[in-house]
């Protein structure tokens, strides 16, 4: 709740900022001339992310070790992890057309973690003792490669469809010194296809508000595979001038998955800032 009061606040300053120079300088504009910052080939952004975290994954051995059950571990309260972290972000857009986009997110997050063990963990068929210290990394690459149609386009708005293929790739890695001293580790990887819808409405010619949706979701086959994952994403824009921009937004993840013996819960969310670019 919190960080949507946070965006809201933020939007509505982007709003108020950039609407009085808007409008004491505006002119009537020809009818087909689109917004500001709509007219480009190519659009770059960087910024920030600042998410809250909640994970938890569960690994069941392998091999020789076939049949041990994995304890459910949370990264933030078993593992020691930070619920909320400052992560990049990068966003590439090539826009060879009008209503055609090709689309590039990525957003490297790692997470390190170092507690004292507090129940018995089993994870990858090895028992972590309770009592004995641990130390942890997550690291989680999420990549979007995307085909954005807008089926609607006119001068202030437009709505769309977008197809992707996220890459995923996320692993896991504990170590205690023991006695006796064990590192394992588990990861899971795949391209998830998804697809979802965007829209942008321009409140004045230079302020504009978007929001995008895409999933993907694997029912549950006979109780050893399952998949989803959710993306989120709600932001203004002020563009400064037609090259340049400046951003606010509210992001959420959630991707989880079920394969086997073993599964995985990640979800982040909170607001980013961001710079864009255009050509």
Same mark, same amino acid.
């Given at each position: 709740?919190?960080?949507?009061?946070?965006?809201?606040?933020?939007?509505?300053?982007?709003?108020?900022?950039?609407?009085?120079?808007?409008?004491?300088?505006?002119?009537?504009?020809?009818?087909? $001339?689109?917004?500001?910052?709509?007219?480009?080939?190519?659009?770059?952004?960087? %910024? =920030?992310? !600042?998410?809250?975290?909640?994970?938890?994954?569960?690994?069941?051995?392998? %091999?020789?070790?076939?049949?041990?059950?994995?304890? *459910?571990?949370?990264?933030?309260?078993?593992?020691?992890?930070?619920?909320?972290? *400052?992560?990049?972000? =990068?966003?590439?857009?090539?826009?060879?057309?009008?209503?055609?986009?090709?689309?590039?997110?990525?957003?490297?997050?790692?997470?390190?973690?170092?507690?004292?063990?507090?129940?018995?963990? $089993?994870?990858?068929?090895?028992?972590?003792? =309770? %009592?004995?210290?641990? &130390?942890? &990394?997550?690291?989680?690459?999420?990549?979007?490669?995307?085909?954005?149609? $807008?089926?609607?386009?006119?001068?202030?708005?437009?709505?769309? !469809?977008?197809?992707?293929?996220?890459? &995923?790739?996320?692993?896991?890695?504990?170590? &205690?010194?023991?006695?006796?001293?064990?590192?394992?580790?588990?990861?899971?990887?795949?391209?998830?296809?998804?697809?979802?819808?965007?829209?942008?409405?321009?409140?004045?010619?230079?302020?504009?508000?978007?929001?995008?949706?895409?999933?993907?979701?694997?029912?549950?086959?006979?109780?050893?595979?399952?998949?989803?994952?959710?993306?989120?994403? !709600?932001? @203004?824009?002020?563009?400064?001038?037609?090259?340049?921009? =400046?951003?606010? @937004?509210?992001?959420?993840?959630?991707?989880?998955?079920?394969?086997?013996?073993?599964?995985?819960?990640?979800?982040?969310? %909170?607001?980013?800032?961001?710079?864009?670019?255009?050509?």
């Amino acid at each position: 709740m919190k960080s949507t009061q946070q965006l809201s606040a933020i939007c509505t300053l982007l709003v108020f900022s950039a609407a009085a120079p808007a409008f004491a300088q505006y002119k009537p504009r020809p009818v087909n $001339d689109p917004a500001t910052g709509e007219s480009y080939h190519i659009e770059a952004s960087a %910024g =920030l992310w !600042f998410p809250n975290a909640d994970m938890t994954v569960t690994s069941a051995g392998t %091999g020789a070790l076939s049949g041990l059950n994995g304890s *459910t571990i949370g990264a933030q309260t078993d593992l020691g992890m930070p619920d909320s972290k *400052t992560l990049p972000v =990068l966003t590439l857009t090539l826009r060879p057309a009008k209503n055609h986009k090709f689309r590039l997110n990525f957003v490297p997050i790692q997470f390190e973690g170092t507690a004292t063990i507090t129940r018995n963990l $089993d994870f990858n068929g090895q028992r972590y003792r =309770l %009592g004995l210290p641990v &130390t942890s &990394t997550l690291d989680w690459t999420s990549a979007r490669f995307g085909y954005e149609y $807008d089926f609607l386009s006119k001068p202030s708005w437009f709505a769309g !469809f977008i197809l992707e293929a996220k890459y &995923t790739d996320v692993s896991v890695n504990l170590a &205690t010194p023991g006695p006796p001293a064990i590192t394992e580790f588990d990861r899971a990887r795949a391209p998830i296809p998804a697809l979802g819808f965007i829209g942008r409405y321009y409140v004045v010619p230079n302020v504009a508000i978007s929001g995008e949706f895409t999933a993907f979701k694997l029912p549950n086959v006979q109780d050893r595979y399952s998949g989803h994952y959710f993306d989120y994403d !709600f932001y @203004g824009t002020f563009n400064v001038i037609e090259y340049f921009g =400046l951003q606010a @937004g509210y992001r959420r993840l959630d991707f989880g998955y079920l394969a086997k013996e073993d599964s995985g819960s990640f979800v982040m969310k %909170g607001i980013y800032l961001a710079a864009v670019v255009r050509y």
